[in-house]
């Protein structure tokens, strides 16, 4: 039995904001974060209120962020995450109270995908299930947790976009009808804020607590819609853009891309490749700014050249090499992999440009000295 | 509808059936639920859907309610079952003598069998025991156990009823010694709340007996937890149960890639106070392999308690000696009107629970309201948050 | 914006990533490393644009660059949620971008050497 303080967000309906209460709890080798979570509940706080119902990972209910990590309680032990453990409710989705949030948006994005929710049999006894479907990792896995949407840098600020769960829905579709129309999920997803709008960080992927894998489900959406026949025209599903609703209200906006809590790779590289970009379009402008001195003639430009010769110039030139080496190879990545290349090995990909990165990196910079010093 | 307020207490399987039947009988219904909606013992259940073979010899009365029940839900609620049917194995000798009176008590009790041979039976499951002698396909299946009751409460919602999770009583609201409605604690705003009600339904599982000391009476309910394990892999697509009387780790429930083994029992005081003794997760391990050996090294992705809510002497001992059926108690018998209390029942047998007590709230409120939930399909789960 | 301008846009901007990969490291080389003492001279400027073929390449490296920069500020733009009405206006203020890129760069090459 070891000691825990439990860090717990707290919030009810009319308070001004939110605050952490601390509670003490002990936990032995299997207590979960959920049967702390409980006991608080039970013998400190009857006022804390919280999601569960299953206790296995099947209902997909206790979903919450555990030190900045998005989990499902029931399963996460206490004892490994450290003496102080943080509990907050999953971002992106209203708050209702403490850790509950209000899962009707979820579910009015998740619904539209339109895929049958529960196989009516599962492999009947003497059934011979067709080639290859024995080995799909069935949607029907997803919990409807929304751990993916909390994870999902693009959700926390683009409240049109479909997100990862409904587009992982629709992908199940595809590949496995059940009498319901794919043309019509591929339809769906065939939108700006659809499949489009992935920038595959694979966050969602990363989070799933039944490996449902939605970033590489809309890779997969992305690859059928480039490959397939041209889809016939057809009108659009009702609703198909959902109203900026007051969810809008509840997505975290843009500071969620300075939010370094829990996190892996794949949101890193979202985050960089975005301000990478920006910086390299403000690269742009200036670029175009310094060649107006081309315009000048012959005396403008080479006192010009004689400034970009400094020390100075080189770190910056040094710096911009990078932006360009990293948005440059991390597109590669998004390009290829948003295609549905090597979704599966998405990370592998990632770290071997990264080493690409440092390679050209190195390479580049000492050739830039070389050659300015060598004039 | 009526002008008549009902208000439920618990939001379980029994609460969300009774809120769906008693509003399709034009009542007025409100159910308050202390935490999330099936956050109790419904949500922890196996997901079995019982066909009721395994009550058929001891407890025939519960399993005709199963059987029955399980007729009806695949009607009302389709989608909401995997129909993998289950099997029942005989590894033993002594399993083989249990044969012919499970064998009658299920034709007793009208739950169809067919016997398979060894060989059969091995065909359909090959991760089962190769030592097992016979075994006896019935129609068990796979529920979502909170997904089916969300879907009675997606439709009474839909039709009028006022569902309150996170909303905790304290208190019943008494006239002279008639209950006229319920207090307690709205823990979204932190904030006290009272309804009015005609009649008051205790629906509180194994918490029931202390709603029902709020109005001094007494219901014999006694919480009896059980352990269950869900470990990695589907290591069969049936339901299996082992072919003797209900005993400890012998079903075996397959849930998406999960496999679900059940269970242990014993009683306590205080269903919020519940255990998971290691060597309840060992016996499960043991037990559950003699059926499935491969569970013996499948990792464990969960072990849980939940506490059913059996009807029966605080006397009892382990639970097992107590039925799985149901009882509704009128409080006037003991001189407090306006307040029932439903306890016992399962969740495969919800929907009958719901039947017989709102049947008698529609006595009791002077109503001629048959009930209609065998035939009205449910809404999907979804419908709960639309 | 039609259904299918999603898939459009996201192709040119993965397409026109790719070539930029490639016309980039091109100018790169030819700009900086080649180029004695890592930038051109006025003179050597003129001389290069002189050339047909690298006056094709350098425009093609402009016109690409200006749709892939347009194209990644709408995303950016996407990314903070706009109404409808928004939207459209970032279409055309990021498509106005693009226009002045191409123009300002195409004067350049008017006014270099000729000027």
Redesign the interface.
Known sequence: MSTVTLRVFRF???DAAPHYDTFTVTAGP?T?VLEAL?AVR?DQD??L???????????G?CGMRVNGHEVLA??TPLADLGPVVTVEPLQNAPL???L?VD??P???T??QAGM???????????SHPAPGIETLT?F??CLECGLCLSACP?VA????YLGPAAMAAAWRVVQEPRGADPAQAL?WV????????CHLAFECSTVCP?DVQPGQAIAAL?QR??QGEPAPPRP?PAAAEPA?SPA?AA?R??RAWFDPRGRDVGYWAFVLH?VT??A??FY?VLH?WV??L??R??QA??DF?AL??SPLFLALDGVLLFG?LFH?LN??R??LV??GRGAARHKALFWALMAVLVVALLVGVA??VA??H?? | MSAYHVVIIGGGATGAALAHDLTLRGVQVTLVERGEVTSGTTGRHHGLLHSGARYAVKDPESARECIQENTILRRIAPGSFELNDGLFVAITDEDLAYYDDFMEGCAATGIPTRTLSREEALRLEPNLNPDLKLAVQVPDGTMDAMRLPLRFLATAKHNGARILPFHRVTGLRFHGRTVVGVQGRDLVRNRDFTLDADLVVNAAGPWAEQIARMADVDVPVVPSPGVLVAVYGRWTNMVINRLHRAGDGDIVVPQRTLSVIGTSSWVVDDPDHLDVPEEHIRLMYEKGAEMIPALAHAPMRAAWAAARPLVGSRQAQSGRELSRTFKVFDHAEEGVEGFVTIVGGKATTARAMAEVTADLVVRKLGLDAPCRTREVVLLPHTAYYA | MNRDAGKFWWLVQAFSGVALVLLLGMHFIAQHYVAQGGLRTYADVVAYLDSPWVLALETLFLVVVAVHAALGLRAVALDLGLARGQQRLVDGAVAGFALAVVFYGLWLFTRIGGG
């Open positions: 009810k309906q009319g299997r979960t409980q039970r009857p006022s209120i919280l999601r569960h119902s299953c206790h296995h990972a099947s209902c209910t029931c399963v209702v109270a403490d509950v899962m009707h979820f579910y009015a998740f619904t049958p929710l529960v196989r009516t049999s599962d492999n009947l006894a003497g069935r029907e896995n693009v600020t683009d409240p049109l339809a065939d939108q700006e804020h659809g499949c489009w709008r039944n992305r819609l480039v659009r900026p809008r997505r906006g843009l975005r970009g920006l390299l379009v742009l175009l060649l107006r081309l315009a003639g012959p430009w080479d050249i970009a010769r360009i440059g597109g590669l998004v390009a948003g295609l050739a830039l050659v300015v060598g004039a």
